[in-house]
């Protein structure tokens, strides 16, 4: 039993109804201020807690945490000191912020600083991503783009169902909430013209995933287990890996996306611990074929976290194009890791492996405008006047994201991002 997951517990600083952060959450970020340079802190209800100064103040003694650790650009250092110590910093936070304990609560001096209103700071990525990579482990987007674009009847690789299938993404081009994207230029083919031509995308699309952090670091040559990996993972973050369909339609074959993708992937900015997400655990699919021993697993390894996409066309209102679920997901990030890893390649500290795009078994739960619109097809009508078929300059993309049971919500804040015409 994890404590600070205690769904009776109260917080003296008011959190609003339907709050991404209430005591239960306390997901951990980089943030600056006007005053304030980066520094790490969490967030609950409208606030977020500084924890550079609950540190330096003697709020965080006996943790054996080391001097200066969140006065840092990134977490990485922080995280790098493992699950069990987050924890513990975790739960101390909680009992900081509990209505019934009046050690900050009381002092309004310290309280006044440490607690910096959330309309007043500006978020940062939260880790340094040394490497990136993308998995494709929803069974109903796979199943609808190889549909849409091989055999409908064989719609699956023959090695889908037996490995996560994946690829090595650009770190680099990972951005924060907020960072608009210019759209991409690059060769596409077009359906009445023998050669390709340059030219910025005409497909823009985004992806709904949901991207794993690691806190761990192994040596070249080790494979983690299943029932190793989540020692190795600190927390989620929503994730919008952008898409130029045309230019992957045309450069995929034989190694897979390029340019396609490497120019954009925006991220939510709190990472939401596994510790807090702990009472959501679900079974997954069923998975058939029975798997390599390697990717066994046991218990709950998928979690129930309900996803929304909205599309903001420029002066208008925000319109809710897609609802899904994490649960959908055929492969599990415990399997993730452990294949990721099972041939040796090491990992890194703050490493993030996205999910793939997550769709569910309905037209409305799709991960994609390219699944959305049917590769374009089948237009989506926002309102009276608008319909996309793919994304627009000026179109803004929103993701969000929350898990809820026993009168607790647990979010993750907006993921979102707008793109920019073409340099």
């Known amino acids: 039993m994890i404590k600070a997951n205690d769904p009776k517990l109260k917080s003296w600083v008011e959190v609003p109804t339907q709050s991404d952060f209430p005591i239960q959450n306390l997901p951990f970020g980089i943030f600056k201020t006007k005053y304030l340079s980066p520094v790490a802190g969490v967030a609950i209800g409208n606030h977020v807690l500084d924890l550079v100064y609950l540190h330096e103040h003697g709020y965080l003694d006996g943790l054996g945490l080391p001097p200066g650790i969140f006065n840092q650009k990134y977490l990485n250092d922080f995280i790098a000191l493992g699950r069990k110590k987050s924890r513990d910093v975790r739960e101390r936070i909680s009992e900081l912020l509990r209505h019934d304990n009046d050690e900050l609560r009381d002092n309004v001096a310290a309280r006044e600083i440490a607690l910096v209103p959330i309309s007043e700071i500006q978020m940062l990525m939260p880790v340094r991503v040394p490497n990136y990579t993308d998995f494709y482990s929803s069974e109903e987007h796979a199943t609808n783009v190889g549909s849409m674009f091989r055999d409908p009847k064989n719609a699956l690789l023959p090695n889908w169902k037996h490995l996560p299938v994946g690829y090595h993404g650009r770190a680099s081009s990972i951005v924060v909430s907020g960072t608009s994207i210019h759209r991409p230029k690059g060769q596409i083919k077009l359906p009445d013209l023998e050669q390709p031509v340059f030219s910025a995308s005409r497909k823009m699309d985004f992806e709904l ?22 020692n190795h993972i600190i927390g989620f973050v929503l994730f919008n890996d952008w898409s130029a369909r045309d230019i992957q ?56 976290i309900a996803l929304e996409v909205l599309l903001q066309p420029e002066g208008g209102d925000p319109v809710t194009i897609s609802r899904s679920n994490f ?35 309905s037209p409305g739960s799709y991960g994609s405008l390219l699944e959305l619109t049917w590769n374009g097809s089948r237009p989506l009508q926002l309102n009276d006047h608008i319909q996309r078929s793919f994304i627009e300059d000026g179109d803004t993309l929103i993701l969000r994201g929350h898990a809820e049971r026993n009168g607790v919500r647990i979010g993750f804040g907006l993921c979102t991002g707008k793109i920019l015409p073409a340099l």
């Open 209 to 230: 995933e949901v991207a794993f952090i690691a806190c761990g670091e192994t040596k070249l040559g080790k494979s983690i287990s299943t029932a190793e990996a989540e």
């Open 249 to 304: 339609q045309w450069e995929y074959v034989p190694l897979g996306p390029f340019l396609g993708k490497n120019f954009g992937s925006t991220i939510s900015p709190w990472i939401v611990t596994l510790d807090a997400l702990e009472p959501f655990r679900v079974d997954g699919p069923e998975q058939n074929p029975e798997v390599l021993p390697y990717l066994k697993y046991s218990g709950a390894k998928n979690f129930d």
């Open 327 to 361: 649960k959908y997901m055929y492969w599990n990030v415990n399997q993730q890791l452990a294949h990721h890893t099972v041939n040796g390649c090491n990992i890194q500290v703050g490493d993030m492996y996205a999910s793939g795009t997550i769709s569910g078994p």
